[in-house]
């Protein structure tokens, strides 16, 4: 059984929460439920749980505070929250599970069904998280990617290519390292910047200050100073022309 605790200064939530895991989340185990900041903090250090469930939002302040307060974040935060679109992003950026409210049955599942007990190095996914709604930009200059039991920080201008195969892609890194992530191509198509990043193929996301050349015609081969070799389609080269020359 996987412990479990729920930090929700609202009855109804709480209830709603324990009920939800009872029925569809039979491997965990809810061994305490805080309704604040306080209680939260004392809570997580007398139960050490595996998983803490959080809302963002809490009595005496937010889900920062308590994670601030607590020295060993070896558990996995699943945050709940009524966030903006531009907030869950931020999320995205920072590899971290979030479920809307309200609870979505299928999201609930999802988030605790991606918790690997050998994964520990949450800590710098929530201070990327923290950063990241403190002080909005339109995109951090850092993002956290899943990949080999751990998750990476790494630059977003350090990435040249992102190619797809099957379920994950390879992120190619311009000091010649390269990381596999569990997320689909799709995932970093959708957090990357567009003014920087663009699909020039079905399997393909490239980092266009990187570009070196690009075939004349119609399709072709786009070469970066690496001499990696990135195809784009016949239908993307109109765009990607565009937006090449308005890159700074």
Request: hydrophobic fraction near 40%.
């Given at each position: 059984?996987?412990?479990?605790?729920?930090?929700?200064?609202?009855?109804?939530?709480?209830?709603?929460?324990?009920?939800?895991?009872?029925?569809?989340?039979?491997?965990?185990?809810?061994?305490?439920?805080?309704?604040?900041?306080?209680?939260?903090?004392?809570?997580?250090?007398?139960?050490?749980?595996e998983?803490?469930?959080?809302?963002?939002?809490?009595?005496?302040?937010?889900?920062?505070?308590?994670?601030?307060?607590?020295?060993?974040?070896?558990?996995?935060?699943?945050?709940?929250?009524?966030?903006?679109?531009?907030?869950?992003?931020?999320?995205?950026?920072?590899?971290?599970?979030?479920?809307?409210?309200?609870?979505?049955?299928?999201?609930?599942?999802t988030?605790?069904?991606?918790y690997?007990?050998?994964?520990?190095?949450?800590?710098?996914?929530?201070?990327?998280l923290?950063?990241?709604?403190?002080?909005?930009?339109?995109?951090?200059?850092?993002?956290?990617?899943?990949?080999?039991?751990e998750?990476?920080?790494?630059?977003?201008?350090?990435?040249?290519?992102?190619?797809?195969?099957?379920?994950?892609?390879?992120?190619?890194?311009?000091d010649?390292v390269?990381?596999?992530?569990?997320?689909?191509?799709?995932?970093?198509?959708?957090?990357?910047?567009?003014?920087?990043?663009?699909?020039?193929?079905?399997?393909?996301?490239?980092?266009l200050?990187?570009?070196?050349?690009?075939?004349?015609?119609?399709?072709?081969?786009?070469?970066?100073?690496?001499?990696?070799?990135i195809?784009?389609?016949?239908?993307?080269?109109?765009?990607?022309l565009?937006?090449?020359?308005?890159?700074?």
């Amino acid at each position: 059984m996987i412990r479990a605790v729920i930090i929700e200064d609202e009855l109804n939530g709480q209830e709603l929460l324990q009920n939800l895991l009872q029925q569809y989340c039979k491997n965990i185990q809810v061994v305490g439920v805080a309704d604040s900041v306080k209680f939260g903090i004392e809570l997580i250090e007398t139960t050490s749980p595996e998983i803490v469930f959080m809302d963002y939002q809490i009595e005496g302040g937010n889900g920062f505070d308590i994670l601030d307060a607590i020295s060993n974040q070896a558990f996995k935060v699943i945050f709940i929250t009524g966030y903006s679109e531009y907030a869950i992003k931020a999320f995205k950026y920072a590899a971290l599970d979030y479920i809307l409210k309200p609870i979505d049955i299928l999201e609930l599942v999802t988030a605790v069904k991606k918790y690997d007990p050998e994964i520990r190095n949450y800590a710098s996914n929530y201070k990327l998280l923290k950063n990241q709604l403190e002080k909005p930009i339109s995109y951090p200059s850092q993002i956290v990617i899943p990949s080999d039991k751990e998750y990476k920080i790494i630059c977003i201008e350090e990435i040249l290519f992102i190619k797809a195969i099957h379920s994950y892609v390879e992120i190619y890194l311009s000091d010649d390292v390269k990381y596999i992530s569990s997320e689909p191509l799709r995932h970093y198509e959708n957090i990357l910047p567009n003014s920087l990043f663009f699909k020039s193929h079905k399997s393909y996301l490239l980092n266009l200050k990187a570009v070196r050349s690009v075939d004349q015609g119609r399709g072709g081969v786009i070469t970066l100073y690496t001499e990696d070799k990135i195809p784009i389609a016949t239908r993307r080269k109109t765009l990607f022309l565009k937006l090449l020359n308005n890159i700074q």
